[in-house]
C-alpha cells in the first residue's frame, strides 16, 4: 500500500510529506520510503498559525485556519505526487498529523473536573476530497482518552525501525522540540520508553526570526551561535528549568518555551550572537542530560540516532557527541531513513495500523493506560 505521511511541528515551518510503500503488519511489516518533500508555509500562514497557537484568539479564526491548512496538507501531497512523478490516483491512504496549536498533557480543572487536552487542525475531510484518498488523522487524542501523554507516538515506529538485539539504541528527533525513544538491546515492545526532553529549535529559531526581523529563521549551519559565547550564567538557569527533573512519561511544546521565553532571553542584554549561542547549548545539554538522567541508568546507550532538522546544526551536535563520549551520535540517514521526513513517514506508518483496525501507540512510552487504535477516519 502506498501511504502518504503528513506533518509539520512546533516550528511551523511548513508541511513535510513522505510517500511510503508499506506491506506486512505489525513490528514485520516492511516500511520503503519512495519520495519525500517539504512545502515551506507562505509567511502569513506561519503568522496566523502562530497567532492561534496557545494564544487568546477567536473561535472563527481557529476554523478559518483549519479549513485553509486541509487545502494546504491537500495541495501538499499533490505537489510531492507531480514532482516525484507518481501517479496521485496510486496514493491509497493519507495519515496526517495536522499542525498542533495547543497540547496540555497535564490536567487542568475545567468545570470541576480534570482534563488534559490537546488540539491539531488540518481538516482531514478537505485533505481527503482533494486527494481522492481516505485520510487518518488526529492521532493522539485516543492515547489521551486512556491516560496518556498523547506524545511522543513516534516510538512504535523507532521500534519497528531500529530495535537491535545488541545494541541499546536511542532515536533522536530534534524538531522544534526534542524528543527521545530508548530501545534497550533485544528489547520488546513494552520495553521501550520515550520522552519529550524539551526544547529542540524552537528557542533558537525564534531568536533568530527576531534579531533579523525576519530576514532568517534559523541558524543555518549554526553560524550565529559558532560566532557568539555561552552565558554560563543565563544556561545555568535555562537548566533549573523543572520540566527537565520530571520523570517520563511527559511532553512539552509551545506552552512552555514560546513567546514568553523569548521576550525574557532577548531582554537579557546579551549580544544577539551570545543569546543564540546560549540558546543552542540549552538544547543540546537539557537532551545529554535527560539520557544521562533518565536513560542511561537503565539501559547502555550504545548509539544515538538523530533526525530533524536539528542534524543540520553542527553547534547542537558538536556538543552532543562531546557530552556523550562514549556513545556514537549518527544520522537516521546511515540506517536508510532520511533524517528530515522520519516524522513524516512515521505518521503514514501510524495511519497504515489505524486503516486495519491495529493499535500503535506505545503505553510504556505515551504513559496510557493500554493500547489505542490511533487516529479518525475521513473518506473522500
Known amino acids: 500500500m502506498l501511504v502518504a505521511g503528513l506533518?509539520?511541528?512546533?516550528?511551523?515551518?511548513?508541511?513535510?510529506?513522505?510517500?511510503?510503500?508499506?506491506?506486512?503488519?505489525?513490528?514485520e511489516q516492511s516500511v520503503r520510503l519512495v519520495a519525500a518533500d517539504s512545502i515551506p508555509y507562505p509567511a502569513s500562514v506561519k503568522q496566523g498559525v502562530l497567532a492561534i497557537s496557545n494564544s487568546d484568539t477567536h473561535t472563527a479564526r481557529i476554523s478559518r485556519m483549519n479549513f485553509l491548512l486541509g487545502e494546504l496538507f491537500g495541495e501538499a501531497v499533490v505537489e510531492t505526487c507531480r514532482r516525484a512523478s507518481i501517479d496521485l490516483a496510486d496514493v491509497e491512504l493519507v495519515g496526517s498529523h495536522g499542525q498542533t496549536i495547543f497540547h496540555e498533557a497535564d490536567a487542568v480543572k475545567v468545570g470541576g473536573r480534570e482534563v488534559a487536552s490537546t488540539m491539531q487542525i488540518?481538516?482531514?475531510?478537505?485533505?481527503?476530497?482533494?486527494?481522492?484518498?481516505?485520510?487518518?488523522?488526529?492521532?493522539?487524542t485516543a492515547d489521551m482518552a486512556l491516560g496518556g501523554q498523547g506524545a511522543p507516538l513516534v516510538p512504535y515506529v523507532d521500534y519497528l525501525l531500529y530495535r537491535h538485539e545488541k545494541l541499546g539504541r536511542v532515536s533522536l528527533n530534534i524538531g522544534g522540540i526534542s524528543n527521545v525513544t530508548s530501545i534497550p538491546p533485544g528489547a520488546k515492545p513494552e520495553q521501550v520508553t520515550a520522552f519529550d526532553t524539551g526544547p529542540g529549535n524552537?528557542?533558537?529559531?525564534?531568536?533568530?526570526?527576531?534579531?533579523?526581523?525576519?530576514?532568517?529563521?534559523?541558524?543555518?549551519?549554526?553560524?550565529?551561535?559558532?560566532?557568539?559565547?555561552?552565558?554560563?550564567?543565563?544556561?545555568?538557569?535555562?537548566?533549573?528549568?523543572?520540566?527537565?527533573?520530571?520523570?517520563?512519561p511527559k511532553s512539552c511544546g509551545r506552552e512552555q518555551y514560546g513567546p514568553e521565553l523569548i521576550t525574557r532571553l532577548l531582554?537579557?542584554?546579551?549580544?544577539?550572537?551570545?543569546v543564540v549561542a546560549t540558546a543552542t547549548a540549552y538544547t543540546a545539554q537539557s537532551i545529554a542530560e535527560a539520557l544521562e538522567r533518565f536513560v542511561a541508568p537503565t539501559m547502555p546507550v550504545d548509539e544515538l540516532i538523530v533526525?530533524?532538522?536539528?542534524?543540520?546544526?553542527?553547534?547542537?551536535?558538536?556538543?552532543?557527541?562531546?557530552?556523550?563520549?562514549?556513545?556514537?551520535?549518527?544520522?537516521?540517514?546511515?540506517?536508510?531513513?532520511?533524517?528530515?521526513?522520519?516524522?513524516?513517514?512515521?505518521?503514514?506508518?501510524?495511519?497504515?495500523?489505524?486503516?486495519?483496525?491495529?493499535?500503535?501507540?506505545?503505553?510504556?512510552a505515551t504513559g496510557a493506560s493500554g493500547p489505542a487504535i490511533l487516529g479518525k477516519i475521513s473518506r473522500p
Do not use: C
Request: hydrophobic share 40%; no cysteine.
Open 7 to 27: 506533518i509539520s511541528g512546533t516550528s511551523v515551518d511548513g508541511i513535510d510529506v513522505a510517500l511510503v510503500e508499506i506491506t506486512g503488519e505489525g513490528f
Open 122 to 140: 488540518g481538516e482531514a475531510a478537505v485533505i481527503a476530497a482533494r486527494t481522492g484518498a481516505p485520510v487518518v488523522a488526529d492521532f493522539r
Open 202 to 248: 524552537m528557542i533558537i529559531d525564534s531568536l533568530v526570526s527576531q534579531i533579523s526581523r525576519g530576514l532568517q529563521t534559523f541558524d543555518e549551519d549554526g553560524r550565529m551561535a559558532a560566532k557568539g559565547e555561552v552565558s554560563q550564567e543565563l544556561l545555568k538557569e535555562l537548566m533549573d528549568d523543572p520540566y527537565l527533573y520530571r520523570k517520563p
Open 267 to 274: 531582554a537579557d542584554g546579551l549580544a544577539p550572537e551570545d
Open 307 to 364: 533526525s530533524g532538522g536539528g542534524w543540520k546544526n553542527p553547534q547542537i551536535i558538536g556538543r552532543l557527541s562531546a557530552q556523550l563520549p562514549d556513545t556514537k551520535v549518527r544520522p537516521s540517514n546511515d540506517l536508510g531513513i532520511d533524517s528530515d521526513s522520519k516524522e513524516a513517514l512515521a505518521f503514514a506508518v501510524m495511519a497504515y495500523e489505524t486503516w486495519h483496525g491495529r493499535p500503535s501507540n506505545l503505553p510504556s
